[in-house]
């Protein structure tokens, strides 16, 4: 059938089929600015276009509807300003705001955002911050938090109404050195003046977040680093230009599906793919027969893996519901979908483990019996043991004799969803030289490359991994999850394929976070000394065993080294961190943001706020006196580290009793804790507030293992082109790359082209995983740079006829010390073109021995329905210490979207198995991630120290704001109403039955 | 799948296509829930073009045609303050654009807040081209129009009432757990429905005043367990909000 419509202005007639969506249909004529997010009902937005002027899902709607309609994508809206010769209208004001607020981290949501925002004031010019929350509420972000883009639309508003905003980083740059706990004399940022009051402070006026620099030593003051740089690819992202990787288009491309498994463990009797094989259209039919036996583990991790190989691309049996049967490619997604049903199996059903208490017992079921199956460590696949964690550190059994008091408890965490907007997509294709092309959206593309060649036989050198923008990954994409499916069936058929999931494949066939029973035991003095600290956490890795050690290993490692003890027990604390981590049949657990170290942060930081409650201490006092210090041992550094070989580590630069004070003033702690008449609410005698604390660690980077490079090379202009291995998804991570490099060259940061990644092209970066590519990256690019300089330098100093070392970079400029100067476009031509050419580059690379962590101190504000145990949070405010913050907007943003993870892992998120092993959860209608409009409050401040071992003195920042939230919810819902919870998220009934003892 | 796709232009015409036996013919509303339909082959009859999407006003009610959308029915004023809330709960704002009110009550289940608020005002479906109403109630009941009834043209909404709804989920914007809404006419008479589980939001009771209420609300809740909660939790959580719901009446 026709449709005729208007897309942007221009009128079309286009031929669709009935059951097309407007989706498909845009993304079939190039509009990629409309994205798959996965679901089939609208329930991520990220589809979102305008028609007629209105903000809808066009996943969720047919093409045939739009018929005589008009069509707004973000394509109509703005573009690059700068297009050679040509004139062009430039960036809309709210894609201008978009760039200049940090409102974009991954990008895949961004145009959604931007045309419902449209809508919205197109109608209503001056929005509430309520409005436009609601307003974008159709569209899911699971990397911001909401925070900027309201901010960026505001801001929008104002710009589009007339009013002067006032220049982010220019006024509003970092005040250094302010104690914000002293409420400082600060020059306010103008409020726009409005009709409906005081709506705009809550998000307009702080673009930026505070930082207080603590360092002993004041770091130089720069002009790069700690500026809030906009995102080198905002102006990409806000133009929704073909970033990702299903943005992408090539000749006979097929598609692929996977017919995933409906039961939770079987043997393949038999499997017949006649029928399938013979529909038309359809290329291919993979099953166990067909491929080689590789195994294989799909833990995106160094060599060599530290864990067991467990898994092979097609298996003869399966072992949880959503486990792989049969692959299939085909001309369309609904002829593949079509072959799927027609496949034939037969099925020999075998007991299943649902319960990981049910693994290790005697006569459970061997989930693991493949005789190829390769142990590491102590994994046994006899005992569904994937892997064996036994850490003491010190006297644990003197350390409870010397306690006045023994506690004791059992906490639980749930299995929980990465929930990226971006699913997993990766396409295939045979290049010219015969060599197997991956683009894949990955967060380790090294890995992929290295992981998969014995996988698909084809070695290493015969593969090229292309890492384009990614959705958003938060450890769902350390995986080499589904890149193997599209690189098998490119081999069987010697054809492009794409292969992309959909959202109930996310949940029912991806990673998750390892779900975990925890035994806590906490020796303690009366005076709040702990004596000793013992835990035990049953760790459910699920059907395979990847990141099955590393994780649970990092729940002991940073989530039982904070609390060392005081006095004597500094030196010596004692500590006994034991772990099994067992085989299930449920969907693998993997990496996700934080690594394990939420999990045992959730138990750790319950059972310190019962233990002062218990002994009538003060529960921040009780923290800060047991918390590691600057200049102590990392306890767990001398036992442990990832499966290899630990070496001693010195923590330099602790910030948690600043961020405790700077936390505390700004939520307003000592007038609302202890405050009786605070805690109730007038008129409503059935709720009750409260707040809570949790103060954390982290990790940055795994020492003596990840490694980083970075080359850059100047240009004829001066420019520089940065390449990197290293991977931004979403992070910012490309941009504090660039303002690294830009600091020391003396450019500004559009002078830095960031390549990240391609394994053809850009040098080996471990991936972004374990908080390290600021710091290990980031010391790369230092490295590569500062050879690139130095040779400008010295080609300067010929030119200027002065010494190298009198050279100094700045402004574009080489600079002597007479104050004779050049441009570096002049050094660039002069070493190009004309006298003793040379190309001015440099390569770096970084590994360390440092893991230095970052401190937090997390605050959570709730208020409880004491009859029905409903929770609202009210407030976070994160006050952490991640060393020299490169870029405040965007280490910002990370704080804010973390939280926000954490509120959904506080309150709502988890997965639940029925008796058979069936997903509850497959969508984001039953998957409840937070929504624009229904956010507490967000807050973040920075403790800026200064870490000696990195050249700018940065720590980590990407997974702490993970760690804190839902103990500290959990901890303000007891301050409100008693309730002890021990088992997460704090539903509605899960608080009802510890109120009323149920 | 979805093999035909029809836009009829007059009422006659959409009931010739949906009375077609040749091939299953379902209204399209907004498509919400349609558009990725993969069952048996079917045609879709797109009612965008009938001139469904009116209000009008008359002693019994508000005639709210059947392919008003939600966020529509947030523009009318009149309703009672906890119907756009129920409204609003219903979906996110996208797919408020899209979603129409007929679509939603066809496609709803047991957490719909806006079918548990027009089962409470004992709304009406008036069904073409019999003309026939029908209670939501009595529909959701069977999922069958009355005969020779194709497709929904208008519901009939009462607003001679009071409606109160309090709602239990795990976030402010999560489905619901729990769906207590009350409606009250003056005369005393008082209708209860019941949501957040099951197939269908469940009329819990309906009686000349609130007499009796809390028991009929504890009996109905009390198969009401399920994946998401434990009937003991709905009945106890119920009973409260029942009482500071009346309470505050």
Same mark, same amino acid.
């Given at each position: 059938m026709e449709i005729h419509i208007k897309l942007n202005g221009v009128a079309y007639n286009w031929e669709v089929l009935p059951n097309d969506t407007l989706l498909d249909v845009l993304r079939q004529r190039g509009i990629f600015s409309v994205k798959f997010g996965g679901c089939k009902h609208g329930e991520c937005g990220a589809c979102t276009v305008l028609l007629d002027g209105n903000p809808v899902n066009s996943c969720a709607m047919l093409a045939a509807q739009a018929d005589g309609h008009e069509i707004i994508t973000i394509e109509g809206i703005g573009e690059h300003p700068e297009q050679g010769w040509k004139k062009t209208r430039g960036l809309h004001q709210l894609q201008q705001a978009f760039v200049e607020s940090g409102a974009i981290q991954c990008g895949y949501c961004t145009p959604a955002f931007i045309l419902a925002a449209k809508a919205l004031l197109e109608k209503n010019p001056n929005p509430t911050e309520a409005e436009v929350r609601e307003a974008i509420s159709g569209v899911l972000c699971r990397c911001t938090g909401y925070l900027k883009p309201v901010q960026a639309i505001m801001r929008a508003a104002a710009v589009m109404r007339g009013e002067i905003v006032p220049p982010v980083g220019g006024d509003d740059a970092i005040r250094m050195g302010l104690d914000w706990s002293k409420k400082p004399d600060l020059p306010e940022t103008p409020v726009p003046q409005t009709d409906h009051g005081s709506h705009l402070a809550g998000t307009q006026v702080d673009l930026m977040p505070k930082v207080l620099t603590v360092a002993a030593e004041q770091p130089q003051v720069l002009k790069q680093i700690g500026k809030p740089e906009p995102k080198v690819d905002a102006v990409k992202l806000v133009q929704g230009k073909p970033a990702f990787a299903a943005d992408f288009e090539r000749r006979d491309m097929l598609v692929a599906k996977v017919l995933h498994s409906p039961v939770a463990h079987a043997r393949i009797k038999s499997i017949d793919v006649s029928k399938a094989k013979s529909l038309p259209g359809v290329a291919a039919v993979l099953t166990w027969k067909d491929l080689p036996r590789v195994v294989y583990s799909t833990a995106g991790q160094s060599d060599p893996i530290p864990g067991p190989l467990d898994a092979f691309s097609l298996d003869k049996k399966v072992r949880f519901v959503g486990d792989r049967v049969a692959f299939v490619a085909a001309e369309t997604a609904e002829i593949a979908e079509k072959a799927l049903k027609l496949i034939e199996v037969e099925y020999e059903i075998l007991p299943a483990i649902l319960d990981s208490t049910e693994s290790m017992k005697a006569g459970a079921i061997q989930i693991h019996d493949e005789p190829e199956y390769k142990n590491f460590a102590d994994s046994n696949p006899l005992k569904n043991l994937a892997a064996e964690i036994r850490i003491d550190i010190g006297d644990i059994e003197k350390g409870f004799e010397e306690a006045d008091r023994i506690f004791e408890a059992e906490y639980e965490v749930p299995k929980v969803q990465q929930a990226h907007i971006e699913p997993h997509v990766v396409v295939t294709y045979w290049? !010219?030289?015969?060599?197997?092309?991956? &683009?894949? %959206? #990955?967060q380790v593309p090294f890995h992929v490359r290295r992981m998969l060649a014995p996988v =698909?036989?084809? $070695?290493?050198?015969?593969? &090229?991994?292309?890492? $384009?923008?990614? @959705?958003?990954?938060?450890? +769902?994409?350390? !995986?080499?999850?589904? !890149?193997?499916?599209? +690189?098998?069936?490119?081999?069987a058929t010697g054809k492009p394929v794409i292969y992309e999931y959909d959202r109930e494949e996310e949940f029912i066939a991806s990673r998750s976070r390892h779900p975990m029973k925890i035994k806590l035991k906490t020796g303690v003095k009366l005076d709040g000394t702990i004596t000793a600290n013992e835990m035990y956490a049953l760790s459910d890795t699920g059907a395979y065993g990847c990141h099955a050690l590393t994780v649970t290993g990092n729940t002991g490692h940073k989530a039982m080294a904070l609390y060392v003890g005081d006095g004597k027990y500094r030196k010596s604390p004692n500590i006994r961190f034991y772990a099994d981590v067992v085989y299930t049949n449920t969907p693998p657990s993997g990496a996700y943001r934080g690594y394990g170290v939420p999990q045992g942060y959730w138990a750790v930081e319950r059972q310190m706020e019962n233990i002062a409650r218990e002994l009538g201490l003060d529960p921040i006092t009780f923290r800060l006196k047991n918390a590691i210090r600057s200049g102590e041992l990392h306890p767990f550094s001398t036992a442990w580290s990832e499966g290899r070989e630990p070496r001693p580590e010195i923590i330099h630069t602790v910030g948690l009793e600043e961020c405790v004070i700077q936390g505390k003033a700004a939520i307003g702690w000592d007038q609302k804790f202890g405050n009786q008449e605070w805690h109730q609410v007038p008129g409503k005698p059935h709720l009750r507030k409260g707040i809570g604390i949790a103060t954390v660690m982290q @990790? #940055?980077?795994? $020492?003596? =293992?990840? /490694?980083?490079?970075?080359?850059?090379?100047?240009?004829?202009?001066? %420019?520089?082109? =940065? /390449?990197?291995?290293? #991977?931004?998804? @979403?992070? +910012? %991570?490309?941009?504090?790359?660039?303002? /690294?490099?830009? !600091?020391?060259? @003396?450019v500004p940061v559009e002078d830095i082209l960031v390549y990240s990644s391609d394994t053809d092209f850009t040098p080996f970066d471990k991936g972004a995983y374990a908080s390290s590519t600021t710091y290990i990256s980031g010391a790369a690019v230092v490295k590569a740079t500062e050879q690139a300089a130095e040779r400008i330098r010295i080609r300067a100093a010929r030119m200027l006829n002065s010494s190298v070392e009198e050279i100094i970079l700045v402004d574009r400029m080489a600079v002597a010390q007479n104050g004779q100067q050049i441009s570096l476009s002049a050094i660039a031509l002069d070493a190009l073109h004309h006298n003793d050419q040379e190309q001015i580059m440099g390569i770096g690379s970084y590994y360390s021995q440092s893991s230095p962590p970052p401190f937090a101190a997390q605050f959570a504000e709730v208020t409880v329905d004491i009859e029905t145990g409903v929770v609202v949070v009210d407030q976070l405010i994160m006050a952490v210490d991640s060393g020299v913050i490169v870029n405040p907007i965007t280490a910002s943003g990370q704080i804010e979207g973390g939280m926000t993870q954490a509120l959904g892992y506080a309150v709502c998120e988890e997965m639940v198995y029925d008796e058979k092993g069936q997903a509850r959860e497959k969508d984001f209608v039953d998957y409840h991630i937070f929504r624009a409009d229904e956010m507490p409050q967000l807050q973040t401040i920075f403790i800026q120290t200064y870490e000696p071992t990195h050249p700018f003195g940065v720590k980590a920042v990407a997974e702490i704001p993970m760690d804190g939230v839902a103990p500290a919810v959990a901890n303000a819902i007891y301050d409100a109403c008693g309730a002890k919870l021990t088992v997460n998220p704090a539903t509605p009934e899960r608080v009802w039955r510890s109120i009323h003892g149920k | 799948m979805i093999t035909q796709y029809h836009r009829p232009k007059s009422m006659d015409e959409a009931i010739r296509l949906l009375s077609n036996n040749s091939q299953k013919s379902i209204p399209l509303g907004g498509g919400t829930k349609i558009s990725h339909w993969d069952g048996e082959d079917i045609a879709v009859v797109d009612l965008q073009s009938l001139g469904l999407s009116t209000v009008s006003t008359d002693r019994d009610g508000f005639h709210v045609g059947a392919v008003n959308t939600l966020q529509n029915l947030l523009e009318i004023p009149g309703f009672p303050i906890d119907f756009y809330e129920a409204v609003r709960k219903e979906t996110n704002f996208n797919l408020r654009q899209q979603s129409t009110i007929a679509g939603s009550i066809v496609a709803s289940d047991g957490k719909s807040p806006l079918v548990a608020a027009l089962v409470s005002m004992d709304a009406l479906l008036v069904w073409s081209p019999s003309g026939k109403q029908q209670s939501v109630g009595e529909y959701l009941s069977l999922r069958n129009p009355t005969e020779y009834s194709f497709l929904i043209s208008e519901i009939l909404i009462k607003t001679n009432l009071t409606l109160s709804m309090e709602y239990i989920a795990r976030t402010p914007g999560d489905r619901s757990q729990l769906i207590v809404a009350i409606a009250r006419w003056n005369s005393g008479r008082t209708r209860i429905a019941l949501g957040g589980f099951g197939k269908n939001p469940i009329l819990a009771f309906d009686g000349p005043n609130a007499e009796g209420a809390e028991f009929a609300v504890l009996n109905s809740l009390s198969n009401s367990g399920d994946a998401w909660a434990s009937a003991e939790y709905r009945q106890d959580a119920a009973s409260r909000l029942l009482r500071r719901m009346l309470n505050s009446a």
């Open positions: 290049d !010219e030289d015969d060599r197997l092309v991956i &683009r894949t %959206s #990955t =698909l036989n084809l $070695p290493v050198k015969r593969i &090229r991994v292309i890492k $384009p923008r990614v @959705g958003g990954g938060f450890g +769902g994409k350390q !995986e080499v999850l589904i !890149e193997d499916v599209a +690189g098998h069936l490119t081999i @990790g #940055t980077a795994i $020492p003596y =293992l990840d /490694m980083g490079g970075a080359t850059i090379k100047m240009n004829d202009d001066g %420019s520089f082109n =940065l /390449m990197v291995g290293a #991977t931004d998804l @979403g992070t +910012g %991570s490309d941009t504090v790359l660039a303002q /690294m490099a830009a !600091e020391i060259l @003396g | -």
